[in-house]
């Protein structure tokens, strides 16, 4: 990561920081030490003063510490955790230090309380997760790469997909097929659900053989350069009938109301009922019961959400999926989900053009 970019990162920190009292911030998310430092090694803490920046990590690390965050101060990791943090601010007088108050155990927290006597810990909430909301230009980038890749895997497990073929070695060619494409992995186990099963919005691929006639629900996403993406689609096998035709016409035209109209300032609630309203107004608002969409990023669910009661404001930057569904227990179900990049005026489509019917094969 380009040190400017890391330091325009620091920089947001401390602004979020600014007025609150504190000497530093213990970040002990490692989504959130890379999203900082761009140490992506898994032992690692950050401490962030207004002046200072200093990560924490063992042995195992140090030279990888060195390379990969150079902004930082490299603080060797001598024992546990709250012995070399007792040891460090003493050194630096520090006095009032805050930490992740959604991400440090409850464990830690009482042995940092205890061994730091005199310390006072102040919990935030959300801090880092918050700035992460907003893409820079190089993430935005990388996210589209990745959502290249996903739908160019798509389209070479097509040809795999025929009656009689279960459903996880679907997921095992995909699998295969994401790395050969340049994913370094799956960012999530993968969803593989076909005929009844597809009524499961999470349904894990099982040993159940795909049918003529099935409705096959492919969720999948991967990590490129740690960075993830997301994207579903439905197809039918062989054959489908004008209640699946229907059904699926009626889930394209609520995602492509919501691609229409979403934007800067919209509230996540107003952002999911764009979509909502069209399956409802059809006699099907029970038969969506998730939100519409959430926030891509270093991580493959994070904010924004876009779901009934999601206060958030939409944002210049933010990438969000947007995934309306319907599911009719002991039938099956249908879900088409893509990424984009939300603007001032619009949001840009990142996991290419929307099928105007559904794929039969």
Not at 139 to 145: V, Y
């Amino acid at each position: 990561m380009e040190e400017d970019y890391i330091t325009r990162r620091l920089n947001n920190l401390r602004k979020a920081l600014k007025n609150r009292g504190i000497d530093g911030f213990l970040i002990s998310n490692p989504i959130n030490c890379r999203y900082l430092s761009g140490f992506t090694g898994t032992s690692v803490y950050l401490l962030i003063t207004m002046e200072e920046a200093f990560l924490i990590t063992d042995f195992r690390y140090r030279e990888q510490a060195v390379e990969e965050a150079p902004c930082f101060s490299l603080v060797s990791l001598q024992g546990s955790l709250d012995s070399t943090l007792e040891n460090f601010l003493k050194k630096k007088r520090l006095k009032k230090i805050a930490f992740e108050h959604n991400y440090l155990t409850v464990y830690w927290y009482e042995t940092l309380k205890n061994k730091l006597s005199g310390l006072e810990l102040v919990p935030l909430h959300q801090v880092v997760e918050d700035l992460r909301t907003i893409k820079d230009i190089k993430e935005i980038k990388l996210i589209k790469e990745a959502a290249h890749i996903t739908e160019n895997s798509f389209k070479k497990i097509l040809p795999y997909l025929k009656p009689g073929v279960r459903e996880e070695d679907v997921v095992l060619e995909l699998d295969y097929i994401i790395k050969k494409e340049g994913a370094r992995k799956a960012s999530f186990d993968f969803i593989v659900a076909s005929g009844k099963r597809s009524s499961l919005p999470h349904g894990v691929a099982s040993k159940k053989k795909i049918e003529h006639g099935d409705m096959v629900v492919i969720d999948f996403g991967i990590y490129y350069n740690g960075y993830c993406s997301d994207m579903t689609r439905t197809v039918a096998m062989s054959h489908a009938g004008n209640r699946e035709r229907k059904l699926y016409r009626l889930v394209l035209e609520a995602q492509k109301r919501a691609l229409g109209g979403i934007k800067e300032g919209l509230s996540g609630e107003e952002a999911d009922e764009l979509a909502r309203q069209v399956i409802f107004k059809d006699g099907y608002g029970d038969n969506f019961g998730h939100g519409l969409g959430h926030g891509v990023g270093l991580e493959v669910h994070e904010e924004p959400r876009l779901a009934p009661r999601s206060k958030i404001i939409l944002k210049n930057g933010m990438i969000s999926t947007v995934e309306p569904g319907i599911y009719f227990s002991g039938w099956g179900g249908i879900r088409i989900e893509d990424m984009v990049l939300i603007g001032e005026n619009g949001c840009e489509l990142l996991t290419g053009d929307l099928k105007e019917e559904l794929i039969v094969l």
